[in-house]
Nanobody, 112 residues
Framework: QVQLVESGGGLVQPGGSLRLSCAASGSIFSIYAMSWYRQAPGKQRELVATISSGGTTNYAASVKGRFTISRDNAKNTVYLQMNNLKPEDTAVYYC??????WGQGTQVTVSS
């Protein structure tokens, strides 16, 4: 049974930074692509960033240059470093494994 557990969300002022973590268990973590999605109130869930098993990354246009996805295969963990946060980044952020597994989500609120 694959489990994904996110952490690191919270309240931050515009321009601030947060680092989200997603710890995976129950699978051979290193061979699967991982992604971060987010869902704002009243909006559809959207893809934020993806990292392949080999470390290739892709980002949504809205976060490119501000967010960085990375992975530590030794720790079975994927990260999302978020810098220069904006109010429109407010959402629940979800970790996703390519076979369709989801974490429970972590709330990020950007507000002054």
């Amino acid at each position: 049974q694959v489990q994904l557990v996110e952490s690191g969300g919270g309240l931050v002022q515009p321009g601030g930074s947060l680092r989200l973590s997603c710890a995976a268990s129950g699978s051979i973590f290193s061979i699967y692509a991982m992604s971060w999605y987010r869902q704002a109130p009243g909006k559809q869930r959207e893809l934020v960033a993806t990292i392949s098993s080999g470390g290739t990354t892709n980002y949504a246009a809205s976060v490119k240059g501000r967010f960085t996805i990375s992975r530590d295969n030794a720790k079975n963990t994927v990260y999302l470093q978020m810098n220069n946060l904006k109010p429109e980044d407010t959402a629940v952020y979800y970790c996703h494994e390519i076979r369709g597994y989801w974490g429970q989500g972590t709330q990020v609120t950007v507000s002054s």
